[in-house]
């Protein structure tokens, strides 16, 4: 991020920007939401024919250094994320296709805001038609949890009637079921993004989270996400429940949720030409 300052007795203010649409969303409703509790209230930006939703907020809590300051503490990040998601809504508001912007992406005031848009207008205009009538749908694939083993034998390892060799034998016998469990959960989640993959537009995946963040003891096998054309959400759901019922899969569980609005396909930065997504820019 860069926190460069227009020339001029008064430099601009920086504003944060939420999301950009055809159509600026409905009054009441932009009116009554809130994004980040330290700014104003949220407005909308004409850049071309496009609107921007954007937040006034304080230099003093959204410049280069203490934006990243905030960022590296986990609940003002969550809180951050948070008002993002809230300004996106809002942007959204039942009037058509959104592409929601990186967290944090902010401006030295409109002109420049609006400059940037417009600069992107024709990646912006295909995105927005891409996600028209669609929504995303967030699926996790865990493999399935396993009984807890026996303690160690640890008597055996040193009995010299051959106890030894069979605790060994033990344990490698154990590790290769291991090896064969784990190779068909894999198997069994592939299967059910296959499945998926036959009603949806799109599908992106993203880096399995850690069993710290899932709080199972068993690993995320999948972490992918799905764009669905509302037409074929009944669809999509049903192979979902019947995934869920069958019983075919015993090695995974399969977690849903959704639909929302499409942050994983709405990239900001397949422009060619686009900056870095958090900068401040000048």
């Not at 994983?264 to 900068?279: I, L």
Request: charged residues 30%; contains cysteine.
């Amino acid at each position: 991020m860069s926190t460069t300052a227009a020339a001029g007795p008064e430099a601009p203010g920086i504003v944060c920007a939420f999301a950009v649409s055809r159509t600026p969303p409905d009054p009441a409703l932009l009116a009554a939401a809130r994004g980040h509790e330290e700014g104003g209230p949220l407005r909308v930006v004409r850049a071309g024919g496009l609107c921007l939703v954007v937040q006034d907020v304080p230099a003093a809590l959204f410049d280069e250094e203490a934006l990243t300051e905030r960022l590296n503490r986990p609940g003002d990040l969550e809180r951050c994320a948070r008002a993002h998601h809230r300004g996106v809504e809002a942007a959204a508001a039942g009037r058509g296709p959104v592409v929601p912007l990186p967290m944090a992406t902010l401006y030295r005031g409109d002109l420049t805001a609006a400059r940037a848009v417009t600069a992107r207008q024709p990646v912006l205009e295909t995105l927005l038609d891409r996600l028209c009538d669609r929504t995303e749908w967030a699926v996790k694939v865990h493999a399935a949890e396993a009984s807890p083993e026996p303690a160690a034998e640890t008597g055996a390892r040193t009995a010299p009637d051959g106890g030894g060799r069979a605790y060994l034998s033990r344990v490698s016998a154990r590790r290769r079921d291991r090896r064969g469990a784990h190779e068909k959960a894999l198997a069994e989640a592939e299967a059910v993004d296959a499945e998926l993959r036959r009603y949806a537009v799109a599908a992106t995946r993203h880096r399995p989270q850690s069993e710290r963040l899932t709080g199972r003891r068993a690993p995320q096998l999948l972490n992918i996400a799905y764009l669905v054309d509302d037409a074929r959400r009944a669809d999509f759901t049903e192979a979902l429940a019947r995934i869920a019922a069958d019983g075919g899969r015993p090695a995974v569980r399969v977690d849903a949720s959704g639909p929302w609005i499409p942050y994983s396909f709405a990239r900001w930065d397949e422009d060619p030409q686009a900056g870095p997504e958090q900068e401040v820019r000048p």
